[in-house]
């Protein structure tokens, strides 16, 4: 069965931390990896990963796949409130019109 | 402004009742979504269509119906065999050239409790 973990699921940190957070995978005919974000509504995507070891970069946020290891991790330095919300994972197959997605981790910045 | 609508934002249901969310586009995209999101359990896929007048159960699609008469809109009905409707519903659509790119666009959601 195709899945998504993301860990943790809960992360609390004060204002200027940075986070890792994770996001493994174990799917079939693997095409790309997504990260998003979600405040209160609508997901807003973030990333899209293809190749191992190419770093992503957006401002503060970061991101990079290892498809020997299969798993994404997306960092954030200098965390600030604004950065609270729930960081999707998911995944695109070969032949499918489905993403599959993680549970999310939920992160909480605290001033 | 290309984008998915929602509608409503936030709705109310009586035990027993139907009730029926809205989902428009404008992107010309060919697929669309429902997905239902609990604390906890990340996106549930309800349904699914790729192709107007054609859709596919999810993994949770009891006690749900859907219709897609047209391409720009996917309407989800809650039925009253739903036995936990209280939820946030999220409606997606994404097109084949962009899925591996962007994955989705999504809607700005509903949020559904039954009172």
């Known amino acids: 069965e195709d899945k998504v973990v993301q860990s943790p699921l809960s992360l609390v940190v004060h204002e200027g931390d940075t986070v890792t957070l994770n996001c493994s995978y174990e799917?079939?005919?693997?095409?790309?990896l997504l990260w998003y974000k979600q405040e209160k509504k609508a997901p807003t995507f973030l990333f899209m990963l293809?190749?191992?070891?190419i770093e992503k970069k957006s401002g503060r946020l970061s991101s990079i796949l290892d498809k020997k290891e299969l798993f994404s991790i997306l960092n954030i330095t200098a965390t600030q409130t604004g950065d609270s919300a729930i960081y999707l994972c998911?995944?695109?197959?070969?032949?499918?019109?489905?993403?599959?997605f993680g549970k999310g981790t939920k992160l909480t910045v605290n001033p | 402004d290309g984008g998915i609508t929602q509608s409503p934002k936030y709705l109310f249901r009586k035990e027993g009742q139907n009730v029926t969310l809205s989902c428009e586009q404008n992107?010309?995209?060919?697929?669309m979504y429902w997905y239902r999101q609990d604390p906890g359990q990340g996106l549930r896929l309800i349904y699914y269509?790729?192709?107007?007048?054609?859709?596919q159960k999810g993994d949770i699609a009891e006690g749900y119906s859907v219709s897609r008469e047209k391409k720009e809109s996917f309407p989800l009905t809650v039925t009253s065999a739903q036995k936990n409707p209280t939820a946030f519903y999220l409606c997606?659509?994404?097109?084949?050239?962009?899925?591996?790119?962007?994955?989705?666009?999504f809607g700005s959601g509903t949020r559904l409790t039954v009172v």
């Open positions: 997606a659509s994404s097109s084949r050239t962009l899925l591996r790119d962007y994955g989705y666009t």
């Open positions: 799917v079939t005919n693997f095409r790309s």
């Open positions: 293809t190749s191992s070891g």
């Open positions: 998911a995944v695109t197959q070969g032949g499918s019109e489905k993403l599959v």
């Open positions: 992107l010309n995209h060919d697929a």
């Open positions: 269509s790729q192709i107007v007048n054609d859709f």
